[in-house]
């Protein structure tokens, strides 16, 4: 390699990560997620999603193979247009494609199983020779340690491997997608607080969101929520850099952010739709050049972004502003889906109440969810049929619109219109009429248990879905929220503070109002449907929680508490192995099933959530609040939610078979639901 | 590069292309959950009786949990990969729990299926449990203890 192209590689690098504590964050998050990774089905929606990635991998919007199917029947997700079934999140799946080909290039020569054990061992030995850089470290010392280790857990992993088949591979791109695409957003997140407060707040941030939120849980479940949380993290990250900009590069880190956002549409149309009007919003608000010019750059970037969700509905449908969610759901006597469609769906559709009750548990699957505990979806025993074919044409029972003649570009614009001011419009006022609820608002937002409108049927009756603060009780840093906006509007009454225009305003405000729009509106947009079943997390609001993490770390008492890392880091180790012996001792101790384990580990949440939250507001009120109070306070809430990611991962939830086998072995000396 | 990572770099990969579906040595074994053909002697087989129940959930789940205990179950002479069956099955309630587990070896396997919740109200009477424990593979199909016990509240 020529000395230039080195230098531009190394340049590229590190506009990725930043510097060598990005690379080393992003490394280590990979590695983590790797830790609980399953390969199999926890989702129903995940099906339908792998069959379409299938597709898409040989070139295909339309699905064209069932390779993955739980039964005959009913795949959620699926939706028809004149004979052919399609999938949705194409934007999200075209990430994964690339991964399809190298893995399945690679299971040419490698078995599939070990070719996954090469990949976490490749990562363990990056990571280990970035660690070793850094200055605290004895360079050569570490690198034989730790290539050592991570040799030890390579022989280990190859003795213990057992057979995945190749036809698994489109899976795990599917999911090793999502895996880097959640390590991004720590890393993005990394790269927005060190913006503001410096690397080392910057480094807690990026790494609680992969060990302390719900952004671990999802990693391995390949949902759109993580590619969706990590691009918004990805707009409010260009947006920061815009405005400590001056002039082009100002304009380019704007352009930026738009186009961030305008991928979004190819995933999500509901979504991308808010982040675009809020981020457009926010924008004019506070930029300073409003000329023509920055206009139509923005505004061409954001039509170019937006071109595969265009092009990839009209090749679908010969309408560019239908998304396939908003097609008709797979038919009743399709050949291969014998039971009613599932048009519930997770976003397009705002209404509650779609879901499919099936009264003896999770043995139809009409629902989208789990079953947790079971073995049932246990897709990797190698036990399993030739999957089913589909045979598109004689499926088209849906709506027939005719052929496939391209409408009018006035009418395209007008339906597009339309279904915006329709979903849009219905979705935000019956959103802010749920803000009249307290008892559902409660139920959502801090204390789940069995709530009374959720249908359980489909999990089994197992009460498994959270509430947001149970899901991640480092939100309870937040509860101080009122007294700095308390202190800020009195001092803005004593004039202390003078008024400004928002274009005048510092850019970490700005940034910080373009954070709390978005999470309002991406949180009132989806309030009509919760709380629902198959959320776990309220993955619904994941992005929300997402960016809840760097409010967290805006919090100036948080900040202080990564005053002596030593103690702080000592504090969360401590915090993660009492909230293991805590939970685990629950588990083994008094006999719990699954839904009473998760609302223990949830009750537990709560109370470190809690002790965060009072910590954190006696720092802001009272000097006599020491820095080290705070430390415990929110390393105690970080550490428990990793045991609770943990524990998600190895007891409570059974699914498909681990990635990794030397944690398979490992997970079997823990004690069982 | 320093010389522990450049071994442990080429170590990884002249075990992963020695391995691999060139050279057809095969190093992994078949996955924790697939059977096959085979047979294997069963020798004890231990359920604590006393702890199949009916009891509401804990922690703010409104359910009511049946609840059933592990099974213990000691093989010998085990041939090729037969799996266990642990049956707990409840007709009045509709409920029909199968744990399996694949012997690879003689040893005591134990079967722990998960407890079963159900909508309050749906569990209030007493039900007649049975108790099962079937050996299964491709070649043998058999029943090797069966028992019934009854569970609930006294009508």
């Not at chain 1, 970037?301 to 969700?309: K, R």
């Not at chain 1, 007294?483 to 910080?512: C, E, M, N, Q, Y």
């Not at chain 2, 040595?25 to 199949?52: C, E, I, K, Q």
């Not at chain 2, 010998?76 to 690879?104: A, F, K, M, N, W």
Request: proline share 5%.
């Amino acid at each position: 390699m020529s000395d230039a192209t080195e230098r531009r590689l190394a340049a590229a690098g590190w506009w990725c990560f930043g510097d060598r504590l990005g690379l080393v964050l992003w490394l280590g998050l990979v590695c983590w997620f790797g830790l609980t990774w399953r390969v199999g089905f926890f989702i129903q929606d995940t099906y339908a999603m792998g069959n379409t990635l299938v597709a898409l991998a040989d070139g295909q919007l339309h699905v064209t193979e069932l390779r993955y199917s739980l039964t005959f029947g009913s795949q959620p997700g699926l939706y028809e247009y004149q004979g052919r079934a399609y999938g949705r999140n194409y934007g999200m799946l075209a990430l994964a494609v690339p991964l399809v080909w190298a893995l399945e290039a690679g299971a040419t020569v490698v078995a599939p199983r070990l070719l996954l054990v090469w990949l976490w061992s490749g990562f363990g030995l990056l990571f280990v020779t970035q660690v070793a850089e850094f200055d605290r470290f004895d360079r050569d010392r570490t690198r034989a340690v730790g290539s050592l280790l991570v040799v030890s857990l390579f022989v280990v992993s190859v003795l213990t491997a057992t057979a995945l088949p190749v036809d698994r591979l489109a899976i795990v791109a599917l999911q090793l997608s999502t895996i880097l695409v959640a390590a991004t957003a720590g890393l993005v997140l990394y790269r927005l607080v060190d913006r503001f407060h410096g690397r080392r707040a910057g480094l807690a941030a990026g790494a609680t969101l992969g060990i302390a939120t719900p952004v671990g849980f999802w990693a391995t479940l390949p949902k759109r929520h993580t590619v969706v949380a990590a691009l918004v993290f990805g707009v409010v990250y260009a947006f920061a850099v815009s405005r400590t900009r001056e002039g082009n590069a100002a304009l380019r880190a704007r352009a930026g952010a738009y186009a961030l956002a305008g991928y979004i549409t190819w995933i999500h149309a509901f979504e991308a739709l808010f982040v675009v009007a809020v981020l457009g919003a926010v924008d004019l608000l506070t930029t300073r050049d409003r000329s023509v010019r920055a206009l139509a750059v923005v505004g061409l970037v954001l039509l170019v972004a937006s071109t595969p969700m265009l092009a990839t509905n009209y090749a679908i449908s010969g309408n560019p502003a239908q998304p396939p969610r908003l097609l008709g759901g797979i038919s009743y006597d399709a050949e291969f889906s014998p039971t009613p469609p599932e048009t519930e769906g997770d976003g397009a559709a705002p209404e509650r109440d779609s879901a499919t009750p099936t009264d003896d548990g999770g043995a139809t699957p009409t629902g989208n969810e789990t079953v947790p505990g079971g073995q049932t979806n246990n897709t990797s025993d190698g036990g399993g049929a030739t999957p089913p074919r589909v045979t598109p044409g004689v499926t088209a029972t849906g709506t027939d619109s005719g052929g496939p003649a391209p409408p009018p570009v006035l009418d395209t614009i007008r339906a597009g219109v339309d279904t915006v001011s329709k979903f849009a419009g219905d979705a935000v006022v019956s959103g802010f009429a749920v803000l009249t609820q307290p008892e559902r608002l409660w139920h959502i937002f801090v204390r789940s248990g069995t709530i009374p409108s959720v249908n359980y049927g489909t999990n089994n009756n197992e009460a498994i879905e959270l509430a947001v603060l149970e899901a991640m009780p480092l939100l309870g840093a937040l509860a101080v929220m009122p007294v700095l906006v308390g202190r800020r509007l009195r001092a803005i009454v004593d004039r202390s503070l003078p008024v400004l225009d928002p274009r005048d305003w510092r850019p970490v405000r700005k940034t910080d109002l373009l954070v709390v729009a978005l999470g309002a509106a991406l949180t009132v947009v989806y309030l009509p449907r919760l709380p629902l079943f198959s959320t776990l997390t309220v993955r619904y609001l994941h992005p929300v929680m997402a960016l809840g993490a760097y409010g967290v770390w805006r919090v100036p008492a948080v900040r202080a508490g990564l005053s002596d890392t030593r103690w702080f880091v000592g504090s969360y180790l401590a915090g993660l192995t009492v909230a293991l012996v805590v939970l685990l001792g629950g588990v083994g101790g008094l006999g719990l099933a699954v839904g009473e384990a998760v609302q223990y580990n949830a009750l537990w949440n709560l109370a470190v959530a809690a002790v965060c939250g009072v910590a954190v507001v006696g720092w802001t009120v009272s000097a006599r609040v020491s820095d080290r109070v705070v430390a415990v306070g929110v390393a105690l809430s970080a550490g428990s939610t990793t045991a609770s990611l943990l524990l998600s991962g190895l007891v409570y939830f059974r699914y498909g078979s681990y990635a990794f086998d030397i944690v398979r072995v490992l997970a079997d000396a823990l004690p069982v639901l | 590069m320093d010389r522990w990572v450049t071994f442990a770099g080429i170590f990884v990969v002249f075990v992963l292309a020695g391995t691999g579906p060139l050279t057809g040595v095969d190093v992994t074994s078949a996955s924790a959950s697939t059977f096959g053909d085979g047979n294997a002697t069963v020798t004890d087989v231990s359920v604590d009786r006393s702890a199949v129940s009916l009891s509401p959930g804990r922690f703010g789940t409104d359910v009511m949990y049946l609840r059933v205990p592990a099974a213990s179950v000691t093989v010998h002479t085990v041939t090729d990969r037969p799996q266990l069956l642990y049956i707990v099955s409840v007709p009045g309630l509709g409920v029909r729990l199968v744990e399996t587990q694949v012997v690879t070896g003689a040893g005591t396997y134990r079967l722990a299926p998960s407890d079963r919740a159900m909508p309050p109200g749906r569990a209030d009477g007493r039900y007649d449990v049975v108790l099962s424990v079937r050996l299964q593979s491709f070649t043998t199909d058999r029943t090797v203890t069966r028992t019934s016990l009854t569970v609930g509240d006294e009508q």
